[in-house]
């Protein structure tokens, strides 16, 4: 079955940095466009980046500047590089593909991979 495999949480002061990626496995990874979404205790799921085949990318304004999407399509790995952190980045991060998605409704759903916790602490 379809998995996506998140990691590279953890726990950083303000202005730090983390990496996150996440393993695909089950589909085509190469056709499929990937995204990163995150959700913090109360909020909505929320879209943070997306990154097409062949490798167009696009941000939220809120991450705009500071995370950074890429993938490998050779190993089925998407990223996101996450600079000058904030206290307000602390959410549960999840990827997403295009045909299997985490959102549902206003949430994140840890359909096929549970999600990675970033804390940022000021």
């Known amino acids: 079955g379809v998995q996506l495999m998140n990691s590279g949480g953890g726990s950083v002061q303000a202005g730090g940095s983390l990496k996150l990626s996440c393993t695909a496995t089950g589909f085509t990874f190469a056709d499929s466009r990937m995204a990163w979404y995150r959700q913090a205790p109360g909020n909505e799921c929320e879209f943070l980046s997306s990154i097409q085949s062949d490798g167009t990318s696009h941000y939220a304004d809120s991450v705009k500047g500071r995370f950074a999407i890429s993938r490998d399509n050779a190993q089925n790995k998407v990223y996101l590089q996450m600079n000058s952190l904030k206290p307000e980045d602390t959410a549960l991060y999840y990827c997403?593909?295009?045909?299997?998605?985490?959102?549902?409704?206003?949430?994140?759903?840890?359909?096929y991979g549970q999600g990675t916790q970033v804390t940022v602490s000021s």
């Open positions: 997403s593909a295009e045909k299997f998605t985490v959102v549902a409704g206003r949430d994140c759903v840890p359909y």
